[in-house]
T-cell receptor, first 115, second 114 residues
Framework: GEDVEQSLFLSVREGDSSVINCTYT??????LYWYKQEPGAGLQLLTY?????DMKQDQRLTVLLNKKDKHLSLRIADTQTGDSAIYFC???????????????FGAGTRLAVHP | DAGVTQSPTHLIKTRGQQVTLRCSPK?????VSWYQQALGQGPQFIFQ???????QRGNFPDRFSGHQFPNYSSELNVNALLLGDSALYLC?????????????FGPGTRLTVT
């Protein structure tokens, strides 16, 4: 079946790096995503990675994918108070040729950044 | 360029009533998906519309139905509301087809059933 799991809470000091982890079960996943949700708001797409990639870097964000262990991580460098939010990992098994991309989400990791 | 918009922002309904939520996709997007996010949980996929037809459906009862219009906007209807339907309902839009895998979410409609 399809399942995505995340740790529920992470607390870091401002300026440090944050690492949020996620595991998934669907071996046919083709895309994996990280979304950010601030209080009372919708979801903001941060980044996504194709399943044949090991790493993707986008400014302060680094995504690492271990397909063998079905493990995904998001590293935020130089974490700021504005990064405090809930971070959701999601997977999709959209065919490479295109199609309908249903997202399966984890329960979210609440990141708290303190001075 | 307007992003995904949803209306209303908040809604309070009584158990047994019916509700309609609305979504306008991001400009250039042709596919609309709906998700239900209960408090403290991740979003759960309800269904997805493309070319005015339901293309995929999650594990939700028939009380949940939808529609997509020729201008790609969409409605989510929920009949016979239950207390457990209280949640944030999120609409996401995307482009079907090769090369685009990004779903953009609206701010959501918070539904409270009393």
């Amino acid at each position: 079946g399809e399942d995505v799991e995340q740790s529920l809470f992470l607390s870091v000091r401002e300026g440090d790096s944050s690492v949020i982890n996620c595991t998934y079960t669907d071996s046919s996943s083709t895309y994996l995503y990280w979304y950010k949700q601030e209080p009372g708001a919708g979801l903001q797409l941060l980044t996504y990675i194709f399943s044949n990639m090991d790493m993707k870097q986008d400014q302060r964000l680094t995504v690492l994918l271990n397909k063998k262990d079905k493990h995904l991580s998001l590293r935020i460098a130089d974490t700021q108070t504005g990064d405090s939010a809930i971070y959701f990992c999601a997977e999709s098994s959209t065919p490479i040729s295109g199609g309908y991309n249903k997202l399966i989400f984890g329960a979210g990791t609440r990141l708290a950044v303190h001075p | 360029d307007a992003g995904v918009t949803q209306s209303p922002t908040h809604l309070i309904k009584t158990r047994g009533q019916q509700v309609t939520l609305r979504c306008s996709p991001k400009s250039g997007h042709d596919t609309v998906s709906w998700y239900q996010q209960a408090l403290g949980q991740g979003p759960q996929f309800i269904f997805q519309y493309y070319e005015e037809e339901e293309r995929q459906r999650g594990n939700f009862p028939d009380r949940f139905s939808g529609h997509q219009f020729p201008n790609y906007s969409s409605e989510l209807n929920v009949n016979a509301l239950l207390l457990g339907d209280s949640a944030l309902y999120l609409c996401a839009s995307s482009i079907r087809g090769f090369g685009s895998r990004q779903q953009y979410f609206g701010p959501g409609t918070r539904l409270t059933v009393t």
